[in-house]
Protein backbone atom coordinates (compact mmCIF):
# COMPACT_ATOMS: atom_id res chain seq x y z
CA UNK A 1 0.00 0.00 0.00
CA UNK A 2 1.28 3.65 -1.02
CA UNK A 3 2.61 5.31 2.16
CA UNK A 4 2.60 8.80 0.73
CA UNK A 5 -0.01 11.08 0.68
CA UNK A 6 -2.02 12.11 -2.89
CA UNK A 7 -3.72 15.54 -3.94
CA UNK A 8 -7.44 15.22 -4.65
CA UNK A 9 -9.11 18.35 -6.02
CA UNK A 10 -12.68 18.95 -6.08
CA UNK A 11 -13.64 21.28 -9.30
CA UNK A 12 -16.93 22.26 -7.61
CA UNK A 13 -16.14 23.96 -5.08
CA UNK A 14 -12.21 24.22 -5.77
CA UNK A 15 -11.54 22.86 -2.29
CA UNK A 16 -8.24 20.83 -2.03
CA UNK A 17 -7.49 18.33 0.11
CA UNK A 18 -4.88 15.23 0.96
CA UNK A 19 -5.67 11.52 1.21
CA UNK A 20 -3.47 8.16 1.92
CA UNK A 21 -3.63 5.35 -0.20
CA UNK A 22 -5.37 3.34 2.68
CA UNK A 23 -7.98 6.29 3.39
CA UNK A 24 -11.14 6.55 1.19
CA UNK A 25 -12.12 9.96 -0.23
CA UNK A 26 -15.27 10.69 2.01
CA UNK A 27 -12.54 10.07 5.29
CA UNK A 28 -9.82 12.11 4.06
CA UNK A 29 -12.14 15.29 3.06
CA UNK A 30 -13.35 14.75 6.52
CA UNK A 31 -9.99 14.87 8.09
CA UNK A 32 -8.93 17.78 6.03
CA UNK A 33 -12.36 19.74 7.58
CA UNK A 34 -14.01 19.89 3.78
CA UNK A 35 -16.19 17.20 3.56
CA UNK A 36 -17.83 16.08 0.06
CA UNK A 37 -21.38 15.18 0.88
CA UNK A 38 -22.34 12.01 2.65
CA UNK A 39 -24.39 10.13 4.52
CA UNK A 40 -23.79 6.51 5.62
CA UNK A 41 -20.19 6.05 4.41
CA UNK A 42 -20.97 2.31 3.49
CA UNK A 43 -21.63 2.76 -0.22
CA UNK A 44 -25.33 2.43 0.00
CA UNK A 45 -27.13 5.89 0.38
CA UNK A 46 -25.84 7.92 -2.37
CA UNK A 47 -25.34 11.00 -0.79
CA UNK A 48 -21.71 11.01 -2.22
CA UNK A 49 -22.01 10.09 -5.75
CA UNK A 50 -19.97 12.22 -7.54
CA UNK A 51 -17.18 11.95 -10.50
CA UNK A 52 -13.37 11.19 -11.46
CA UNK A 53 -12.47 13.23 -13.79
CA UNK A 54 -8.70 13.25 -14.05
CA UNK A 55 -6.08 10.50 -11.82
CA UNK A 56 -5.72 6.97 -11.00
CA UNK A 57 -8.01 5.63 -8.13
CA UNK A 58 -9.61 1.77 -6.77
CA UNK A 59 -13.29 1.41 -6.00
CA UNK A 60 -12.34 -0.77 -2.44
CA UNK A 61 -9.43 -0.92 -1.22
CA UNK A 62 -8.26 -4.03 -2.70
CA UNK A 63 -9.75 -2.85 -5.83
CA UNK A 64 -8.41 -3.34 -9.23
CA UNK A 65 -6.77 0.08 -10.13
CA UNK A 66 -8.33 2.29 -12.91
CA UNK A 67 -7.27 5.60 -14.84
CA UNK A 68 -9.32 8.64 -16.16
CA UNK A 69 -7.73 10.61 -18.51
CA UNK A 70 -8.22 14.72 -18.12
CA UNK A 71 -9.39 14.44 -21.58
CA UNK A 72 -11.34 11.14 -21.37
CA UNK A 73 -14.73 10.16 -19.87
CA UNK A 74 -15.26 10.70 -16.38
CA UNK A 75 -16.71 7.77 -14.12
CA UNK A 76 -19.30 8.03 -11.77
CA UNK A 77 -17.96 6.85 -8.17
CA UNK A 78 -19.14 6.52 -4.75
CA UNK A 79 -16.54 8.66 -2.62
CA UNK A 80 -17.00 6.75 0.17
CA UNK A 81 -16.01 3.42 -1.66
CA UNK A 82 -12.91 5.30 -3.86
CA UNK A 83 -9.37 5.08 -2.52
CA UNK A 84 -6.48 7.45 -4.82
CA UNK A 85 -3.89 6.27 -6.44
CA UNK A 86 -2.55 9.02 -7.32
CA UNK A 87 -3.30 12.77 -7.07
CA UNK A 88 -7.14 13.14 -8.52
CA UNK A 89 -9.68 15.38 -9.96
CA UNK A 90 -12.99 15.04 -8.75
CA UNK A 91 -16.46 15.92 -8.83
CA UNK A 92 -18.53 16.13 -5.72
CA UNK A 93 -20.95 18.18 -3.90
CA UNK A 94 -19.77 19.70 -0.94
CA UNK A 95 -21.59 18.29 2.53
CA UNK A 96 -23.83 21.58 3.17
CA UNK A 97 -26.29 19.64 0.97
CA UNK A 98 -26.70 16.66 4.14
CA UNK A 99 -30.27 17.14 5.55
CA UNK A 100 -29.55 16.94 9.25
CA UNK A 101 -30.96 14.18 11.22
CA UNK A 102 -34.51 14.47 12.86
CA UNK A 103 -36.48 13.40 14.96
CA UNK A 104 -39.63 11.14 13.60
CA UNK A 105 -42.31 10.48 15.95
CA UNK A 106 -44.49 7.08 14.82
CA UNK A 107 -48.05 8.20 14.52
CA UNK A 108 -49.70 5.15 13.31
CA UNK A 109 -48.81 1.46 12.78
CA UNK A 110 -50.92 -1.46 9.89
CA UNK A 111 -50.28 -4.73 9.00
CA UNK A 112 -51.89 -5.55 5.78
CA UNK A 113 -50.31 -8.93 6.06
CA UNK A 114 -48.75 -10.39 8.77
CA UNK A 115 -45.44 -9.87 6.96
CA UNK A 116 -45.51 -6.16 6.29
CA UNK A 117 -46.29 -2.88 8.25
CA UNK A 118 -47.26 0.33 7.05
CA UNK A 119 -45.88 3.04 9.32
CA UNK A 120 -46.81 6.43 9.22
CA UNK A 121 -43.86 9.29 10.77
CA UNK A 122 -44.49 12.88 11.61
CA UNK A 123 -41.21 15.05 12.40
CA UNK A 124 -41.13 16.42 15.67
CA UNK A 125 -40.00 19.36 15.10
CA UNK A 126 -43.14 20.25 12.70
CA UNK A 127 -41.39 21.85 9.39
CA UNK A 128 -42.16 20.27 6.19
CA UNK A 129 -39.65 17.28 4.78
CA UNK A 130 -38.86 18.22 1.00
CA UNK A 131 -37.95 15.22 -0.80
CA UNK A 132 -38.35 13.58 -4.43
CA UNK A 133 -40.67 10.79 -4.95
CA UNK A 134 -38.55 7.83 -5.31
CA UNK A 135 -35.62 8.59 -2.65
CA UNK A 136 -35.50 6.95 0.83
CA UNK A 137 -34.62 7.72 4.33
CA UNK A 138 -32.46 6.06 6.75
CA UNK A 139 -34.05 5.20 10.61
CA UNK A 140 -31.16 5.25 13.65
CA UNK A 141 -31.10 2.52 15.29
CA UNK A 142 -29.48 1.32 18.56
CA UNK A 143 -25.63 1.42 18.17
CA UNK A 144 -24.24 3.31 15.31
CA UNK A 145 -26.58 1.05 12.69
CA UNK A 146 -28.79 2.32 10.20
CA UNK A 147 -31.99 0.73 8.23
CA UNK A 148 -32.78 1.74 5.12
CA UNK A 149 -36.54 2.21 3.80
CA UNK A 150 -37.85 3.86 0.57
CA UNK A 151 -40.39 6.64 0.79
CA UNK A 152 -43.92 5.80 0.10
CA UNK A 153 -45.73 9.40 0.60
CA UNK A 154 -46.69 11.93 -1.83
CA UNK A 155 -43.85 14.15 -2.00
CA UNK A 156 -46.25 17.56 -2.53
CA UNK A 157 -45.26 18.98 1.00
CA UNK A 158 -45.82 17.82 4.28
CA UNK A 159 -44.83 17.24 7.95
CA UNK A 160 -44.96 13.36 7.93
CA UNK A 161 -44.27 10.30 5.81
CA UNK A 162 -44.86 6.68 5.45
CA UNK A 163 -43.00 3.85 5.10
CA UNK A 164 -43.64 0.56 4.44
CA UNK A 165 -41.53 -2.30 6.08
CA UNK A 166 -41.07 -6.10 5.71
CA UNK A 167 -40.64 -7.99 8.59
CA UNK A 168 -36.91 -10.14 8.28
CA UNK A 169 -36.36 -13.30 9.75
CA UNK A 170 -34.18 -12.91 12.78
CA UNK A 171 -33.98 -8.72 11.99
CA UNK A 172 -33.39 -7.29 15.54
CA UNK A 173 -35.28 -4.13 14.30
CA UNK A 174 -38.18 -5.33 12.56
CA UNK A 175 -38.67 -7.64 15.19
CA UNK A 176 -39.11 -4.87 17.47
CA UNK A 177 -40.98 -3.26 14.94
CA UNK A 178 -43.73 -5.93 14.45
CA UNK A 179 -43.73 -7.12 18.25
CA UNK A 180 -42.95 -4.30 20.24
CA UNK A 181 -43.23 -0.83 18.84
CA UNK A 182 -46.17 1.52 19.11
CA UNK A 183 -47.39 4.96 18.51
CA UNK A 184 -45.29 7.76 20.29
CA UNK A 185 -42.00 6.23 19.56
CA UNK A 186 -39.45 8.31 18.22
CA UNK A 187 -36.35 7.46 16.10
CA UNK A 188 -33.92 9.39 14.52
CA UNK A 189 -33.89 9.90 10.85
CA UNK A 190 -31.58 10.93 7.87
CA UNK A 191 -32.65 11.76 4.26
CA UNK A 192 -33.61 12.18 1.85
CA UNK A 193 -31.15 9.93 0.29
CA UNK A 194 -30.31 8.64 -3.00
CA UNK A 195 -31.35 9.88 -6.77
CA UNK A 196 -33.91 7.25 -7.73
CA UNK A 197 -36.44 10.11 -9.54
CA UNK A 198 -39.12 10.29 -12.27
CA UNK A 199 -37.60 11.61 -15.14
CA UNK A 200 -40.05 10.23 -18.14
CA UNK A 201 -41.69 12.87 -20.23
CA UNK A 202 -45.23 12.30 -21.27
CA UNK A 203 -45.35 11.22 -24.22
CA UNK A 204 -43.17 8.19 -23.81
CA UNK A 205 -45.11 4.89 -22.66
CA UNK A 206 -43.86 3.15 -19.30
CA UNK A 207 -43.46 -0.12 -17.13
CA UNK A 208 -43.00 -0.04 -13.14
CA UNK A 209 -41.90 -3.31 -11.87
CA UNK A 210 -42.22 -3.94 -7.93
CA UNK A 211 -41.75 -6.83 -5.84
CA UNK A 212 -43.15 -6.87 -2.33
CA UNK A 213 -42.71 -3.78 -0.62
CA UNK A 214 -40.91 -2.50 -3.63
CA UNK A 215 -43.90 -1.20 -4.14
CA UNK A 216 -43.53 1.82 -1.82
CA UNK A 217 -41.40 4.03 -4.02
CA UNK A 218 -43.39 3.17 -6.94
CA UNK A 219 -46.51 4.61 -4.49
CA UNK A 220 -44.88 7.60 -4.26
CA UNK A 221 -44.22 8.65 -7.89
CA UNK A 222 -47.46 7.31 -9.12
CA UNK A 223 -49.22 9.33 -6.48
CA UNK A 224 -46.82 12.33 -6.80
CA UNK A 225 -46.66 12.77 -10.75
CA UNK A 226 -49.94 11.59 -10.77
CA UNK A 227 -49.49 8.90 -13.41
CA UNK A 228 -53.16 7.70 -13.36
CA UNK A 229 -53.47 11.11 -15.76
CA UNK A 230 -50.99 10.30 -18.69
CA UNK A 231 -51.84 10.33 -22.30
CA UNK A 232 -49.31 7.56 -22.44
CA UNK A 233 -49.83 4.52 -21.14
CA UNK A 234 -48.70 2.96 -17.79
CA UNK A 235 -48.21 -0.57 -17.11
CA UNK A 236 -47.66 -1.57 -13.36
CA UNK A 237 -46.94 -5.28 -12.56
CA UNK A 238 -46.76 -5.80 -8.78
CA UNK A 239 -45.94 -8.94 -7.38
CA UNK A 240 -43.99 -11.57 -5.80
CA UNK A 241 -43.28 -15.15 -4.70
CA UNK A 242 -47.09 -15.22 -3.17
CA UNK A 243 -50.48 -12.89 -3.48
CA UNK A 244 -49.47 -12.10 -0.25
CA UNK A 245 -46.57 -10.00 -1.50
CA UNK A 246 -49.47 -7.93 -3.25
CA UNK A 247 -50.52 -6.59 0.19
CA UNK A 248 -52.40 -3.67 -0.93
CA UNK A 249 -53.71 -4.17 -4.25
CA UNK A 250 -56.84 -2.15 -3.84
CA UNK A 251 -54.59 0.69 -3.76
CA UNK A 252 -52.96 -0.02 -7.17
CA UNK A 253 -56.54 -1.02 -8.94
CA UNK A 254 -57.69 2.42 -7.84
CA UNK A 255 -55.17 4.34 -10.10
CA UNK A 256 -56.59 1.98 -12.79
CA UNK A 257 -60.07 3.02 -12.18
CA UNK A 258 -58.91 6.87 -12.35
CA UNK A 259 -57.28 7.16 -15.61
CA UNK A 260 -57.55 4.72 -18.61
CA UNK A 261 -54.31 4.34 -19.63
CA UNK A 262 -53.05 2.98 -15.72
CA UNK A 263 -52.92 -0.63 -16.03
CA UNK A 264 -52.00 -2.67 -12.96
CA UNK A 265 -51.13 -6.41 -13.35
CA UNK A 266 -50.80 -8.49 -9.84
CA UNK A 267 -48.44 -11.02 -10.39
CA UNK A 268 -47.22 -14.23 -8.33
CA UNK A 269 -44.74 -16.90 -8.76
CA UNK A 270 -46.25 -19.59 -6.55
CA UNK A 271 -49.61 -18.61 -5.63
CA UNK A 272 -51.28 -20.09 -2.28
CA UNK A 273 -54.41 -20.33 -3.28
CA UNK A 274 -56.61 -19.61 -6.34
CA UNK A 275 -55.29 -16.76 -7.80
CA UNK A 276 -56.72 -14.10 -10.33
CA UNK A 277 -53.46 -12.57 -11.38
CA UNK A 278 -51.02 -13.38 -13.40
CA UNK A 279 -48.41 -16.44 -12.61
CA UNK A 280 -45.08 -16.23 -12.99
CA UNK A 281 -41.67 -14.20 -12.63
CA UNK A 282 -42.37 -10.54 -13.33
CA UNK A 283 -39.76 -9.74 -16.14
CA UNK A 284 -41.31 -12.96 -17.99
CA UNK A 285 -45.03 -11.62 -17.49
CA UNK A 286 -43.10 -7.85 -19.38
CA UNK A 287 -41.99 -9.78 -22.39
CA UNK A 288 -44.82 -11.24 -22.97
CA UNK A 289 -46.59 -7.98 -22.93
CA UNK A 290 -44.00 -6.35 -24.29
CA UNK A 291 -41.59 -7.78 -26.62
CA UNK A 292 -39.86 -4.90 -27.65
CA UNK A 293 -39.41 -1.61 -25.56
CA UNK A 294 -37.41 -0.02 -27.27
CA UNK A 295 -39.34 3.13 -27.02
CA UNK A 296 -40.15 2.83 -22.82
CA UNK A 297 -38.60 3.66 -19.73
CA UNK A 298 -38.80 1.21 -16.67
CA UNK A 299 -38.68 1.56 -13.05
CA UNK A 300 -38.08 -1.25 -11.25
CA UNK A 301 -37.93 -1.67 -7.46
CA UNK A 302 -37.21 -4.35 -4.79
CA UNK A 303 -35.63 -7.08 -4.64
CA UNK A 304 -32.22 -7.21 -6.37
CA UNK A 305 -32.20 -10.59 -7.78
CA UNK A 306 -35.31 -9.27 -9.67
CA UNK A 307 -34.08 -6.14 -10.60
CA UNK A 308 -30.92 -7.71 -12.07
CA UNK A 309 -32.63 -10.66 -13.83
CA UNK A 310 -34.95 -7.91 -15.31
CA UNK A 311 -32.09 -5.82 -16.20
CA UNK A 312 -30.22 -8.76 -17.89
CA UNK A 313 -33.86 -9.73 -19.60
CA UNK A 314 -35.18 -6.25 -20.71
CA UNK A 315 -32.03 -4.63 -21.85
CA UNK A 316 -30.50 -7.64 -23.48
CA UNK A 317 -33.35 -9.22 -25.09
CA UNK A 318 -36.00 -6.68 -25.36
CA UNK A 319 -34.39 -4.02 -26.92
CA UNK A 320 -34.87 -1.12 -23.73
CA UNK A 321 -31.83 1.15 -23.96
CA UNK A 322 -29.75 1.00 -20.77
CA UNK A 323 -29.96 4.66 -19.74
CA UNK A 324 -34.18 4.25 -19.76
CA UNK A 325 -33.56 1.47 -16.81
CA UNK A 326 -34.02 3.10 -13.69
CA UNK A 327 -33.87 1.25 -10.06
CA UNK A 328 -33.73 2.19 -6.49
CA UNK A 329 -32.14 -1.08 -5.93
CA UNK A 330 -29.47 -0.21 -2.54
CA UNK A 331 -27.81 -3.12 -0.92
CA UNK A 332 -26.90 -2.61 2.68
CA UNK A 333 -23.59 -4.08 3.83
CA UNK A 334 -24.04 -6.54 7.34
CA UNK A 335 -23.71 -4.27 10.29
CA UNK A 336 -19.82 -4.56 11.88
CA UNK A 337 -21.23 -4.47 14.95
CA UNK A 338 -23.08 -7.53 16.78
CA UNK A 339 -26.68 -7.42 18.16
CA UNK A 340 -27.47 -4.90 20.66
CA UNK A 341 -27.41 -5.87 23.83
CA UNK A 342 -29.02 -4.10 27.27
CA UNK A 343 -31.72 -2.40 25.27
CA UNK A 344 -33.73 -0.16 27.31
CA UNK A 345 -36.94 1.80 26.54
CA UNK A 346 -37.54 5.22 28.25
CA UNK A 347 -40.18 7.79 28.16
CA UNK A 348 -39.35 11.94 27.30
CA UNK A 349 -41.64 14.86 28.18
CA UNK A 350 -41.11 17.82 27.13
CA UNK A 351 -42.43 21.39 27.53
CA UNK A 352 -46.25 20.94 27.09
CA UNK A 353 -47.67 18.55 26.36
CA UNK A 354 -44.97 16.56 23.60
CA UNK A 355 -43.55 13.46 24.50
CA UNK A 356 -42.89 9.86 23.56
CA UNK A 357 -40.88 6.68 24.21
CA UNK A 358 -36.85 6.07 23.03
CA UNK A 359 -35.37 2.86 22.54
CA UNK A 360 -32.05 2.54 23.13
CA UNK A 361 -28.48 0.81 23.72
CA UNK A 362 -27.88 0.46 27.27
CA UNK A 363 -24.25 1.63 28.66
CA UNK A 364 -24.36 4.64 26.04
CA UNK A 365 -24.66 7.78 27.83
CA UNK A 366 -28.28 9.85 27.86
CA UNK A 367 -27.19 12.22 25.44
CA UNK A 368 -26.25 10.00 22.91
CA UNK A 369 -29.14 8.38 22.88
CA UNK A 370 -31.06 11.25 22.42
CA UNK A 371 -28.80 12.81 20.13
CA UNK A 372 -29.33 9.18 18.22
CA UNK A 373 -33.11 10.40 18.13
CA UNK A 374 -32.29 13.25 16.26
CA UNK A 375 -33.06 15.45 19.76
CA UNK A 376 -30.38 17.76 20.03
CA UNK A 377 -29.72 18.88 23.19
CA UNK A 378 -27.94 21.78 23.99
CA UNK A 379 -24.10 20.55 25.61
CA UNK A 380 -22.02 23.34 25.14
CA UNK A 381 -18.63 21.71 26.65
CA UNK A 382 -19.19 18.71 24.23
CA UNK A 383 -20.26 16.12 27.07
CA UNK A 384 -17.48 16.78 29.09
CA UNK A 385 -19.66 17.52 32.36
CA UNK A 386 -18.38 21.05 32.46
CA UNK A 387 -21.09 23.26 31.19
CA UNK A 388 -24.24 22.01 33.26
CA UNK A 389 -26.39 22.98 29.75
CA UNK A 390 -27.39 19.00 29.14
CA UNK A 391 -29.19 19.08 32.48
CA UNK A 392 -32.47 17.32 32.81
CA UNK A 393 -35.11 16.12 35.68
CA UNK A 394 -35.15 11.98 35.76
CA UNK A 395 -38.70 11.23 37.92
CA UNK A 396 -38.76 9.39 40.24
CA UNK A 397 -34.95 10.63 41.16
CA UNK A 398 -32.34 7.87 39.92
CA UNK A 399 -28.71 8.80 41.92
CA UNK A 400 -27.20 5.32 41.60
CA UNK A 401 -24.18 5.54 38.72
CA UNK A 402 -23.86 9.55 39.14
CA UNK A 403 -20.03 9.65 39.00
CA UNK A 404 -17.91 12.50 40.55
CA UNK A 405 -17.74 15.26 37.98
CA UNK A 406 -21.41 14.91 37.56
CA UNK A 407 -22.08 15.54 41.26
CA UNK A 408 -20.00 18.50 41.56
CA UNK A 409 -21.28 20.67 38.99
CA UNK A 410 -24.66 20.16 39.83
CA UNK A 411 -24.33 21.43 42.95
CA UNK A 412 -23.05 24.58 41.86
CA UNK A 413 -25.78 24.57 39.22
CA UNK A 414 -28.45 27.36 40.74
CA UNK A 415 -31.85 25.67 41.83
CA UNK A 416 -30.37 21.79 40.96
CA UNK A 417 -32.74 18.76 43.21
CA UNK A 418 -32.18 14.93 43.33
CA UNK A 419 -33.97 14.44 40.30
CA UNK A 420 -31.52 16.06 38.18
CA UNK A 421 -28.91 14.70 36.15
CA UNK A 422 -26.44 15.38 33.08
CA UNK A 423 -27.09 13.72 30.27
CA UNK A 424 -23.90 13.51 28.77
CA UNK A 425 -22.66 11.72 32.01
CA UNK A 426 -25.80 9.83 32.83
CA UNK A 427 -25.42 6.27 31.75
CA UNK A 428 -28.81 4.54 30.87
CA UNK A 429 -29.14 1.18 32.37
CA UNK A 430 -32.51 -0.92 33.17
CA UNK A 431 -33.56 1.27 36.00
CA UNK A 432 -34.32 3.93 33.39
CA UNK A 433 -37.70 2.00 32.11
CA UNK A 434 -39.31 2.80 35.41
CA UNK A 435 -39.01 6.62 34.67
CA UNK A 436 -39.72 9.54 32.69
CA UNK A 437 -36.94 12.08 31.73
CA UNK A 438 -38.07 15.55 31.59
CA UNK A 439 -36.56 17.79 28.65
CA UNK A 440 -36.02 21.29 28.00
CA UNK A 441 -37.66 23.44 25.27
CA UNK A 442 -39.57 21.76 22.37
CA UNK A 443 -38.63 18.75 19.85
CA UNK A 444 -37.65 21.63 17.70
CA UNK A 445 -35.22 22.96 19.82
CA UNK A 446 -34.28 20.95 23.01
CA UNK A 447 -32.59 23.91 25.07
CA UNK A 448 -33.70 25.44 28.60
CA UNK A 449 -32.24 28.81 26.68
CA UNK A 450 -34.51 31.07 25.54
CA UNK A 451 -34.53 32.18 21.76
Avoid at 232 to 257: C, F, I, K
Avoid at 290 to 315: F, K, W
Avoid at 411 to 427: G, I, V
Amino acid sequence: MALYFMKIVNVLNGAEFEAHGDVDVVSASIQAHCTVSHSCRRGVCGQCAGLVRDGAFSNGIEGTTQTVSRDGKPVSVLMCQTFARSDLTIECADNDSVAPTRAVQVTSIEFPTPEVAVIDLRFMDERPFEFQAGQFVAIRWTGDRQKYFSIASNANGSKGIQLHIRRQAHGEFTGWLFEAARAGDIFGLEGPLGRFTWSTPDARPVVLMATGTGFSPIQSLVETHELWARQSPVYLYWGGQTENDVYRPEVARQWSAMGRNFHFIPVAAAPLREWAGRIGYLQECVAQDHPNLTGYDVYACGSPIMIARAQERLIGDLGLPSERFFTDSFNVTPPQTTGSGNLVDFTVKFQGSAQGRIHAEGGRTLLQALMRAGLDLDHYCGGGAVCGTCRVSVEPALLAGMNEAEADLLECLPSTCDEHRLACQFQLSQDIESRTVYLPGTPGRVSALED
